[in-house]
Nanobody, 126 residues
Framework: QVQLVESGGGLVQAGGSLRLSCVAS????????VGWYRQAPGKQRDFVAA???????AYAESVKGRFTISRDNAKNTVYLQMNSLKPEDTAVYYC????????????????????WGQGTQVTVSS
């Protein structure tokens, strides 16, 4: 049974940083792509970033240059380093495992699978 556990959320002032972690168990983590999504109150869940099994990354335009996704396969963990945080980054952040990756040009689309973590709250105060 696949389990994903996110951590690292919290309350931070605008301009601050947080690092989220997603630990996977019950699966061969190293062969899977992983994505981060976020959902603000009353809004849909939106794509934030993804990383393929080979380390290729993709980002939403709203976080490019501020967020960095990385993975440590030895620890079955994916990280989301979030810098220069803004109040509009406030949301519950979810980890997703084994989504579908569709390449086009030098980037790709990540389509979420049904494997989700429980989420971690990020609140950015102004």
């Amino acid at each position: 049974q696949v389990q994903l556990v996110e951590s690292g959320g919290g309350l931070v002032q605008a301009g601050g940083s947080l690092r989220l972690s997603c630990v996977a168990s019950g699966t061969i983590f190293v062969v899977n792509s992983v994505g981060w999504y976020r959902q603000a109150p009353g809004k849909q869940r939106d794509f934030v970033a993804a990383i393929t099994r080979t380390g290729s990354t993709a980002y939403a335009e709203s976080v490019k240059g501020r967020f960095t996704i990385s993975r440590d396969n030895a620890k079955n963990t994916v990280y989301l380093q979030m810098n220069s945080l803004k109040p509009e980054d406030t949301a519950v952040y979810y980890c997703n495992l084994a989504g579908r990756v569709t390449f086009y040009g030098d980037t790709y689309n990540y389509t979420a699978s049904n494997y989700w973590g429980q989420g971690t709250q990020v609140t950015v105060s102004s």
